[in-house]
């Protein structure tokens, strides 16, 4: 059993004498506390409320909290850490005056800034009738607008997300949570509106942005069927991933005290992050939390991965132009027929090193994966082959010219995300000539 749980909690960082999960569950020493910054009504906690820290995990970004004898998980953005009561008590000293007061904002776009001036970095822009929680005031710049300056102060705040920074709150609606008002109310209404927003927008997984802007489309990974998909009318919000599909039956959704979407009947959470982005929470069945970010796209993801497919199949159509059968005296004869379908015979010396036993003369030929550009000047890509007799897919750097085919073994392990880098120490290189010529 404490193997188990050795294995399961080996990504968390726990202080002082505590060195094992297991040690953990007998000494529940305290790392340190925690600060509430934003109120978690499910707890029953307030903000500057102090509640000991146990242990602090940078996978699932969450603390474990011990509130009432009992283990609770608070996300990390949601406390301040301080190693000291002491330092708990400095902190709550400087943020008393706002303890419960909140802000809605006016004006879509308005900057959170590194400095209390109109002229600091920008470090986030927020969205209007977002909710940003107040945490103290500062001395700063006047802000001027047509010659007049603006009434307000320079107020130090936090987004639900956790991002902080400077916002002049002229273009802020500051509120006690403590004292319900209409107010509150229209910021509701409005939150209603960007509900309806979310049910009726696509959402994508994160990484489809990441494809487009490095022109590394995987048709695999980038399809329709990926993405949330919130259940608008059915009552069922799914996660749809290649590995992954998961369904969330709903009654309703209902926004917290924190901004965030709760699907009803069900441990789905929805936060906004921007207006493309969105981040979706849930509890396993392990307890780990676990977090999905999702965009909107301009793009048609389903239109580029046809692009990018009917690239790859052009790519294979030059090696059937060049041969179609390519003869090596020590590799055999390797053959690509139409289709994706390819037949090569007399491999024997690359097994079972490369090629295991068993894999038969036939199988599927692709292009899967992509190769850096410091590696273009010598392949073209990378082919993949996976013999009918085998699971796997066998992956090679190659080259296509008048004279032959140039293939190179890939380890598996020198492909990451997608794209192949790095060529092995001491590589295996085939030449097949084209046929009727032999290597």
């Not at 090596?328 to 090629?355: A, K």
Request: proline share 4%.
């Amino acid at each position: 059993m404490k193997k188990k749980l050795l294995s399961f909690y080996n990504t968390l960082i726990i202080a002082g004498c505590c060195m094992s999960i297991a040690a953990f569950s007998a000494c529940s020493k305290k790392i340190g506390y925690g600060v509430v910054n934003w109120s978690i009504p499910e707890h029953n906690l307030t903000a500057t409320d102090i509640v000991p820290i146990l242990v602090r995990s940078n996978i699932s970004k969450v603390y474990i909290a011990e509130l009432n004898k009992e283990k609770i998980e608070i996300p990390l953005w949601q406390l301040t850490f301080c190693t000291s009561k002491r330092e708990a008590q400095a902190y709550i000293e400087k943020t008393k005056e706002y303890r419960s007061v909140y802000a809605a904002v006016k004006l879509d776009g308005l900057p959170l800034r590194s400095t209390p001036d109109n002229t600091g970095k920008q470090v986030y822009r927020l969205r209007e009738n977002q909710i940003v929680k107040v945490l103290w005031k500062g001395e700063g710049a006047p802000v001027i607008s047509r010659d007049k300056q603006l009434e307000g102060d320079w107020l130090y705040v936090m987004t639900n997300d956790g991002t902080r920074g400077w916002c002049f709150s002229y273009n802020l609606f500051t509120y006690d949570e403590r004292e319900p008002s209409a107010p509150q109310q229209r910021q509701e209404a409005a939150a209603d509106e960007v509900l309806t927003g979310i049910l009726k927008s696509r959402w994508y997984p994160q990484y489809y942005r990441e494809m487009i802007q490095k022109k590394h489309i995987d048709p695999e990974r980038m399809t329709e069927d990926f993405g949330f998909f919130p259940g608008e009318g059915t009552g069922v919000a799914r996660i749809m991933l290649k590995d992954m599909q998961i369904a969330f039956p709903y009654t309703g959704i209902t926004k917290n005290r924190m901004g965030a979407y709760q699907f009803e009947g069900s441990p789905l959470l929805l936060q906004i992050r921007d207006a493309e982005t969105i981040a979706v929470n849930y509890t396993d069945d392990k307890g780990s939390v676990q977090i999905h970010t999702f965009i909107t796209l301009k793009e048609n993801p389903q239109a580029l991965a046809d692009a990018e497919t009917e690239r790859r199949n052009a790519e294979l159509q030059t090696l059937i132009n060049a041969g179609p059968v390519f003869n090596s005296v020590n590799y055999g004869v390797l053959q690509f027929l139409q289709d994706g379908r390819f037949l090569w015979n007399g491999y024997q010396v690359l097994t079972p090193s490369i090629i295991p036993k068993g894999a038969g003369a036939s199988g599927s030929v692709a292009i899967r994966y992509f190769i850096s550009s410091k590696l273009k000047t010598e392949y073209r890509g990378i082919l993949s082959f996976k013999f009918d007799g085998s699971g796997n897919w066998i992956d090679f750097f190659y080259t296509v010219s008048k004279q032959g085919v140039k293939l190179e073994y890939v380890k598996p392990e020198n492909i990451t995300d997608g794209i192949a880098a790095v060529r092995n120490l001491n590589p295996v290189i085939l030449f097949f000539g084209a046929e009727g010529i032999e290597e």
